[in-house]
T-cell receptor, first 111, second 116 residues
C-alpha cells in the first residue's frame, strides 16, 4: 500500500540557516511524490513533484528534494530559510490519482 | 485569474442542518476532488470526479453527496450536519487521473465548516 511518513511533526530553524524536512515513503512500484506547503489559513500550494525523470527535483522558492530509492526517502531541503517559509509542509504520494498525505511538518523560522 | 475557487470561505451552522459548498475550476482540468482536513491538519480524500463521473468514493458517510453539473464544477452537499463534520474542506483539480496518471493537483482556498 502507498503511504508516506513525515519524521518530524515540528522543525524550528533560524532565519538564514538550512532547512531539512524528512519524508519516507512506502510504495510497491515507482511512486509519484509531491511536497505541498500550507501557509496559515490558506490553501495548499505545490512546491515540487517527482515523477521519475530526475532524482533531484527543484521546486519553487528555492526548495528542492532528492528521491533516494535505496532509502525510500524524499527529503525536502532549502539552503537558507526565510521568515516567509514558516508554514505546514506535506509530503504526498499519489496512487491512481488519489493523493495520500503525510501527517505534516510545521516549520517555524526564528529571526 | 485561473484558479480553483470555493464558496463560502467560512460556514457556521447548527447540528442537523443541510449545507452545500461550491467549487469551480477554470484550469481546463478533467478531474476534481474533495478533501477533508481535520483539526490536526490531517488531509484525506473524500471524492473524485472525472468528467462528471464519480471515480473515487472513500469511506464517507452517505450524508455527504458530491454533485458535478459539468467538469468545471464539483459541489459538496452535506445532510444532517454533525459536530464531527467540523473541518476545513478543500476542493482540488487536476488533469485526467482516471487512466492511472498521477498529475499534480491544484487546491482551492478551503471552506472552514463549523457545526455548533
Amino acid at each position: 500500500a502507498q503511504s508516506v511518513t513525515q519524521l518530524d511533526s515540528h522543525v524550528s530553524v533560524s532565519e538564514g540557516t538550512p532547512v531539512l524536512l524528512r519524508c519516507n515513503y512506502s510504495s510497491s512500484y515507482s511512486p509519484s511524490l509531491f511536497w505541498y506547503v500550507q501557509h496559515p489559513n490558506k490553501g495548499l500550494q505545490l512546491l515540487l513533484k517527482y515523477t521519475s525523470a530526475a532524482t533531484l527535483v527543484k521546486g519553487i522558492n528555492g526548495f528542492e528534494a532528492e528521491f533516494k530509492k535505496s532509502e525510500t526517502s524524499f527529503h525536502l531541503t532549502k539552503p537558507s530559510a526565510h521568515m516567509s517559509d514558516a508554514a505546514e509542509y506535506f509530503c504526498v504520494v499519489s496512487k491512481r490519482g488519489k493523493l495520500i498525505f503525510g501527517q505534516g511538518t510545521e516549520l517555524s523560522v526564528k529571526p | 485569474d485561473t484558479a480553483v475557487s470555493q464558496t463560502p470561505k467560512y460556514l457556521v451552522t447548527q447540528m442537523g442542518n443541510d449545507k452545500s459548498i461550491k467549487c469551480e475550476q477554470n484550469l481546463g482540468h478533467d478531474t476534481m476532488y474533495w478533501y477533508k482536513q481535520d483539526s490536526k491538519k490531517f488531509l484525506k480524500i473524500m471524492f473524485s470526479y472525472n468528467n462528471k463521473e464519480l471515480i473515487i468514493n472513500e469511506t464517507v458517510p452517505n450524508r455527504f453527496s458530491p454533485k458535478s453539473p459539468d467538469k468545471a464544477h464539483l459541489n459538496l452537499h452535506i445532510n444532517s450536519l454533525e459536530l464531527g463534520d467540523s473541518a476545513v474542506y478543500f476542493c482540488a483539480s487536476s488533469h485526467a487521473a482516471g487512466t492511472g496518471g498521477n498529475y499534480e493537483q491544484y487546491f482551492g482556498p478551503g471552506t472552514r465548516l463549523t457545526v455548533t
